[in-house]
């Protein structure tokens, strides 16, 4: 009679609490698969985008687009001289330097080793690799669509390799979009998760805007440039979450780069 009695109790109505957990437990499912869809989504998307931008490459039209806004930014009259006033151009030096191998090294070398003291040594390997394979993807497709750059006379910066994507809009957006949604976990409140995020998007824009503005690029080598970045970015992305999944042995609301203290990893 006692085994029924519990049998009963276990599988009898659910109390209020019960409700209110198994409530939360779906909403966290349901929040980590809508976000792994997203994540492929990203990365069809990205990758459907750079196709179709690789061939209006070769077609009139997209020459024509980057030619008119070439032409916006860099005015005939006065070709040497960018559109806007004298310091507008001071600003986009300063600032395109934020999506520079050797920026961007720095900063994963201080991301890296903070990884490492916090003993999240899979994070801060995948962070390393993230950047490498993004580095790895410039140049090869660098060197298999070999654009030229726009004509030296407009360039307000020295350039050494192909056009095509653009290398600065690529490594800005796998890094500081990694990086960006990899804090979020630091901030319960989805105000903060929104301005994390969103600044995270805002250096990546600035940095593909300015190697526009100083003529380094094409606008189709940014477009470009920002498509595989974001793809390679929830590549990564996917990968840490099915990493954790293996680890933790049930679906958690998933983050780039995700891994705890106790992994072991």
Known sequence: MRGT???RDRFGPMTPDQILAFGRRALRIARTEIA???ALFIVALGVMTFVELADDMTEADGRAFDEAILGALRPEATPGDPWG???LETAALDLTALGGTAVLSLFAV???GFLILQ???LSALLLALGLIGGVALSEGLKALF???RPPEMLRAVETMSASFPSGHSLLSAVFYLSIGVMLTRAFPERHFKAYIIGVAVLLTLLVGLTRVYLAAHWATDVLAGWSVGAAWAMALWLIAYALQRRQQGHP?????LPVDEDSGA
């Open 110 to 112: 201080i991301v890296t």
């Open 36 to 38: 792994a869809v997203s």
């Open 85 to 87: 006033p004298g310091w």
């Open 5 to 7: 009695s519990r049998k």
């Open 146 to 148: 070999g654009r030229e």
């Open 119 to 121: 003993r999240k040594r």
């Open 252 to 256: 958690q609301a998933p983050h780039v």
